[in-house]
């Protein structure tokens, strides 16, 4: 049985979260910030713009949309937001793919 019907405008609706997933990993400086991150680390902006090139306002950007994506969690812990690798859900849309390849190709 065919997921995703090829005549449709938009992907199956259970695989929307994951093509934001991909999307937001689809750019290579996100790619470098969520390299930054160490096992079950957490980091604030002030500390990824310490060793970025990017700016302060575009490292948050870049933070907003992978938290928004799922793919960083994130804690407002007095003045300071700080972000860690939302691990579960990475390893469930990976395995979502990963399973659909093995079944349907």
């Not at 934001?20 to 470098?32: I, K, N, P, S, Y």
Request: glycine share 4%.
């Amino acid at each position: 049985m065919k997921l995703f019907n090829p005549g449709t405008s938009s992907i199956p609706p259970e695989w929307q979260p994951m093509a934001r997933v991909f999307t937001a990993l689809g750019d290579e400086h996100r790619q470098r910030i969520l390299l930054l991150f160490e096992r079950d680390e957490r980091l604030n902006v002030g500390q990824i713009a310490a060793v970025s090139t990017l700016a302060r306002s575009t490292v948050s950007h870049h933070l907003k949309t992978l938290h928004e994506a799922g793919v960083l969690c994130s804690e407002k812990i007095g003045k300071e937001v700080w972000f860690w690798i939302n691990r579960h859900w990475l390893e469930e849309t990976l395995s979502n793919v990963l399973d659909y390849v093995r079944q349907n190709c």
